[in-house]
């Protein structure tokens, strides 16, 4: 059963830091990956995805990258602003499946 | 195009009561999915669909069904409705990729249920 780890689970840092969320999966054998933001009480963000032929993906300041051998995954958030205070979950497709996975998010603040 | 839409956003329910949770996308994507947010907590699949007439339980899927007759349409139907099921709901969908799997998974707003 595919199970899916983000640490850390909250991150409080000062306006201008570069941060890197985690997420790790059981079964390496991912298809796709995708990076949500939700802010309290709303639905989810896609930031970016990862598809089956692809390392990473970039938009912005945020860069997500794969590492499919291990089943493990980082978002890179540049110069951090208050803006970009919310939960970051991640989502994964394994190979021959339908169902993405999610993780249980990192609760990110960014403190001006 | 609006993307995925749910409805409703809000809805109060009493114990043993039924209630069916609404979701239609107009991106013509095959595959469907209903999942649950507690607080604090990640997603889980209740259930999925890769197509018109085909349904499949996902993690959390007891005192829940679904069916799919359309490729727009995906509703939730809860059944004797129980505190436990005190969540928010989400509705999702993708295009499926080539060689399988899906694509990019797009949400609707979420609908917010509590059951009394």
């Known amino acids: 059963k595919q199970e899916v780890t983000q640490i850390p689970a909250a991150l409080s840092v000062p306006e201008g830091e570069n941060l890197v969320l985690n997420c790790s999966f059981t079964?390496?054998?991912?298809?796709?990956l995708q990076w949500f933001r939700q802010d309290p009480g709303k639905g989810l963000t896609s930031l970016l995805l990862?598809?089956?032929?692809?390392r990473e993906q970039t938009s912005g300041r945020l860069n997500a990258s794969l590492d499919k051998s291990s089943g493990r995954s980082t978002l890179y958030i540049a110069a951090s602003q208050p803006g970009d205070s919310a939960t970051y979950l991640c989502?994964?497709?394994?190979?021959?499946?339908?169902?993405?996975?999610f993780g249980t998010g990192t609760r990110l603040k960014v403190l001006a | 195009n609006a993307g995925v839409t749910q409805t409703p956003k809000f809805r109060i329910l009493k114990i043993g009561q039924s209630m069916t949770l609404q979701c239609t996308q107009d991106?013509?994507?095959?595959?469907m999915y209903w999942y649950r947010q507690d607080p604090g907590m990640g997603l889980k699949l209740i259930y999925y669909?890769?197509?018109?007439?085909?349904?499949d339980k996902g993690e959390v899927p007891n005192g829940y069904n679904v069916s799919r007759s359309t490729t727009e349409d995906f509703p939730l139907r809860l059944e004797l409705a129980a505190p436990s099921q005190t969540s928010v709901y989400f509705c999702?969908?993708?295009?499926?990729?080539?060689?399988?799997?899906?694509?990019?998974?797009?949400f609707g707003e979420g609908s917010r249920l509590t059951v009394l």
């Open positions: 999702a969908s993708s295009y499926s990729g080539a060689g399988g799997g899906g694509g990019e998974l797009f």
């Open positions: 079964d390496s054998a991912i298809y796709n």
């Open positions: 990862i598809q089956s032929s692809q």
């Open positions: 989502a994964g497709i394994t190979s021959g499946t339908y169902k993405y996975i």
């Open positions: 991106m013509n994507h095959n595959y």
């Open positions: 669909s890769v197509g018109a007439g085909i349904t």
